[in-house]
């Protein structure tokens, strides 16, 4: 499913406070007011000429072990969607030290096993917000460094809108969600939406996996040779339904698990090596 979303659609979804992170600024500075008053600005100049386009798959999947099994599927002319038979095994790293509460955690711990008498589903997403057009209108550093950090915020807010309504209509798992941007900012919704680079998530090479699923340049995203999403202000990842998920880092990775996950990704050790950190 594509969605196209306008500035206007995301205004109000964008958290200012990693906008001002980039800048390495405090928002309530003078400094930071101003950058804000220019940000406003921007966003209401450039409303003709950013577009953020959205890419999201809801598929059956099951774990195994530490990887994630995702069916594809197809449609057909009727409207309905039918597997194909096809799937993609996606291997997840899991905790090589136990968290606060004595967990090694896998993202792959949040879905269900083939054995389970519940199908569970997987989310698979991808945001990208081009800024090709509106860069005729820029003229200096200043503010080509802020069009590419808002741009970015663009893309992560199109990912917070797409999520809110793959919860309450696309997947449908949490129809009568309630809450305030504040909340969603807050991550307060039910399940996770892990992004290719976060803590839990570090293998970059991933997007792979995610292209070989969504294509990719059905939202004019092209990979680069080392796996890295074209434009810059582009998100992937994954959502993941069950109440009970949560954020993790993976931390130190050992050499007899950067081995393993080198064998369940058909890639050499050498190779793995490049993409995630590892003894």
Known sequence: MHIDYRINDLTAYIN???FFHAWAISGQ?????????????????MEPYLLARTVVEILPAYSEGDDIVV?????CQCGQRHATGAYIRIPMLRQQTPDSKGHCLCLSDFIRPQ???QQDKIGIFAT???????????????????????ADRLAEAAAERLHLEVRKKIWGYAPHEELTIEELHQEKFQGIR????????????????????????????????SAMMAPHASVSGFMISLPQARYFSIGEIGKDQAQDYARRRNMSYEEIKKYIQCC
């Open 16 to 18: 200012w406070k990693y």
């Open 29 to 45: 500075s003078e400094e930071g007011l101003r950058l804000r008053e220019d940000a406003q600005a921007m966003l209401t100049q």
């Open 71 to 75: 069916h594809k599927e197809t449609a």
């Open 115 to 117: 054995s389970s008498a």
């Open 128 to 150: 990208s917000v081009a800024t090709h057009a509106a860069k005729r209108f820029i003229h200096d550093d200043y503010n080509s460094i802020l069009l590419q950090t808002l």
């Open 194 to 225: 892990p992004a290719i680079g976060y803590p839990c998530l570090p293998d970059i090479s991933l997007n792979r996996s995610i292209d070989d699923i969504l294509d990719l340049r059905s939202i004019g995203v092209t990979l680069t040779s």
